[in-house]
């Protein structure tokens, strides 16, 4: 028996351009966008500004000066500027005296340790005094360093050097602020996106608002870039150190790339591309704009932190070798909330794992506070002989705070 089946109307099929954000650009197109978008800043990257060594920051003010025709800043992040400016700075001077205090403390230290060799009369006495005034002066260097620069006036509340730099650079093209009516509704719609894990900013659900909307910073200036790029007809670079799970999609602890929500909404709400850069990444495309930026300077601003840094360090304590694995005693010493990393050096990467690049290895042992089945790990050699460790959350949408404590881990390497 034939049966016929007759389908009324006609089937549509997607259009290809609806999938145009995801198209890859090749390198060339990429730079022909850049040479034309529009650039906006987030905050913290014009907030660590105040943080960068003399030379850096010159080179990146240099990168400024040539692109700020084309610069343009949410009122979102001219506000978050504004208020967070001051205690900003006051936050360096903090860190810079806390160095001093460090110095000193380690100074005492070796102080006590020479002259304890020099009591066992093992060393002649003159090499003794003479390495420690090499140290001391040395110390005195950096100490001489660090007081100039918390004294200087670049670094400054009141004679703001930085600001008055960047003023007609970033700030002589702000963004519209919300109407009254406006900021009601998207705090609304800022909420419901939190709840259901909407990128950007449900990563921030959690802080309190003082004043400055901090649980949909995020958010408020992804809606105003995007409103931006649609009333202009503009595709947007926007340059930011953000660097949690809800910006960036991210492989074993590595991130690979803006999160494709991010991307696909942009460009259906605009039918404009947007590009999501760090500033070393936009430093990287400065000679796009005739200016030549040092390695040294791209690598020095990757030091630089967002407030919302989230990496930890990890040290290896200790190692025991079996026949078929590897324990591997870690310490975190500082919490990272999304993930911590370090890379084994050389030499120590010989002596725990040989010959052996590959392996397959999970977490043993944690802090009391955490399960090991709520983190993994991934060891993963470098370009060099190095070995790369990293250690992040098995569920990083869930994740919180305390989520990869500080503490003691124990990592089981079986050796391929």
Same mark, same amino acid.
């Not at 999160?259 to 999501?276: D, G, H, M, P």
């Given at each position: 028996?034939?049966?016929?089946?007759?389908?009324?109307?006609?089937?549509?099929?997607?259009?290809?351009?609806?999938?145009?954000?995801?198209?890859?650009?090749?390198? $060339?197109?990429?730079?022909?966008?850049?040479?034309?978008? %529009?650039?906006?800043?987030?905050?913290?990257?014009?907030?660590?500004?105040?943080?960068?060594?003399? $030379?850096? &920051?010159?080179?990146?003010?240099?990168?400024?000066?040539?692109?700020?025709?084309?610069?343009?800043?949410?009122?979102?992040?001219?506000?978050?500027?504004?208020?967070?400016?001051?205690?900003?700075?006051?936050?360096?001077?903090?860190?810079?005296?806390?160095?001093?205090?460090?110095?000193?403390?380690?100074?005492?230290?070796?102080?006590?340790?020479?002259?304890?060799?020099?009591?066992?009369?093992?060393?002649?006495?003159?090499? *003794?005094?003479? %390495?420690?005034?090499?140290?001391?002066?040395? =110390?005195?260097?950096?100490?001489?360093?660090?007081?100039?620069?918390?004294?200087?006036?670049?670094?400054?509340?009141?004679?703001?050097?930085?600001?008055?730099?960047? #003023?007609?650079?970033?700030?002589?093209?702000?963004?519209?602020?919300? /109407?009254?009516?406006?900021?009601?509704?998207?705090?609304?719609?800022?909420?419901?996106?939190?709840?259901?894990?909407?990128?950007?900013?449900?990563?921030?659900?959690?802080?309190?608002?003082?004043?400055?909307?901090?649980?949909?910073?995020?958010?408020?200036?992804?809606?105003?870039?995007?409103?931006?790029?649609?009333?202009?007809?503009?595709?947007?670079?926007?340059?930011?150190?953000?660097?949690?799970?809800?910006?960036?999609?991210?492989?074993?602890?590595?991130? %690979?790339?803006?999160?494709?929500?991010?991307?696909?909404?942009?460009?259906?709400?605009?039918?404009?591309?947007?590009?999501?850069?760090?500033?070393?990444?936009?430093?990287?495309?400065? #000679?796009?704009?005739?200016?030549?930026?040092?390695?040294?300077? =791209?690598?020095?601003?990757?030091?630089?932190?967002?407030?919302?840094? $989230?990496?930890?360090?990890?040290?290896?304590?200790?190692?025991?070798?079996?026949? $078929?694995?590897?324990?591997? /005693?870690?310490?975190?010493?500082?919490?990272?909330?999304?993930?911590?990393?370090?890379?084994?050096?050389?030499? &120590?990467?010989?002596?725990?794992?040989?010959?052996?690049?590959?392996?397959?290895?999970?977490?043993?042992?944690?802090? /009391?506070?955490?399960?090991?089945?709520?983190?993994?790990? %991934?060891?993963?050699?470098?370009?060099?002989?190095? =070995?790369?460790?990293?250690?992040?959350?098995?569920?990083?949408?869930? *994740?919180?705070?305390?989520?990869?404590? /500080?503490?003691?881990?124990?990592?089981?390497?079986?050796? =391929?």
């Amino acid at each position: 028996m034939c049966i016929k089946l007759r389908f009324e109307g006609v089937l549509k099929m997607t259009d290809a351009s609806a999938y145009q954000w995801a198209f890859p650009l090749t390198e $060339e197109q990429e730079d022909s966008l850049i040479e034309k978008c %529009v650039i906006s800043l987030d905050t913290n990257v014009i907030l660590n500004l105040y943080s960068l060594h003399a $030379e850096t &920051l010159s080179e990146v003010l240099s990168l400024f000066e040539k692109v700020k025709e084309r610069v343009w800043i949410s009122d979102q992040v001219a506000r978050e500027f504004f208020k967070n400016r001051v205690s900003v700075i006051r936050k360096f001077k903090s860190n810079m005296n806390s160095i001093m205090i460090d110095l000193r403390k380690e100074m005492a230290n070796v102080n006590k340790f020479m002259t304890t060799l020099k009591n066992r009369d093992l060393i002649d006495p003159n090499i *003794i005094d003479n %390495v420690v005034s090499q140290i001391e002066n040395s =110390m005195k260097t950096v100490e001489d360093a660090i007081s100039a620069k918390v004294d200087s006036e670049t670094v400054s509340e009141k004679n703001d050097k930085i600001f008055y730099a960047i #003023k007609d650079m970033l700030f002589s093209n702000i963004g519209t602020e919300f /109407s009254e009516f406006e900021l009601e509704e998207q705090k609304k719609i800022a909420q419901k996106r939190n709840e259901k894990k909407i990128p950007p900013g449900y990563r921030d659900k959690d802080k309190k608002d003082l004043g400055n909307f901090e649980p949909f910073g995020d958010y408020f200036v992804w809606r105003q870039m995007m409103n931006k790029s649609r009333d202009d007809n503009c595709d947007i670079l926007f340059v930011t150190a953000e660097r949690k799970t809800d910006w960036w999609d991210d492989y074993e602890g590595f991130r %690979v790339g803006p999160r494709s929500e991010l991307l696909k909404e942009f460009y259906t709400e605009t039918k404009n591309r947007v590009l999501i850069f760090s500033l070393k990444d936009f430093m990287k495309k400065s #000679k796009i704009f005739g200016v030549n930026i040092s390695s040294k300077s =791209m690598e020095n601003v990757e030091y630089i932190k967002a407030d919302c840094e $989230e990496v930890g360090k990890i040290s290896v304590l200790s190692f025991v070798k079996y026949e $078929e694995f590897v324990d591997i /005693s870690l310490n975190l010493e500082s919490q990272g909330r999304l993930f911590a990393r370090n890379i084994i050096a050389d030499d &120590l990467s010989a002596e725990i794992f040989g010959e052996c690049r590959m392996t397959e290895e999970e977490v043993v042992s944690t802090p /009391s506070s955490v399960s090991p089945e709520d983190i993994s790990v %991934v060891i993963r050699p470098s370009d060099d002989s190095c =070995m790369v460790i990293s250690l992040f959350s098995s569920d990083k949408d869930d *994740i919180t705070d305390e989520i990869l404590p /500080s503490g003691n881990y124990v990592v089981r390497c079986r050796l =391929m």
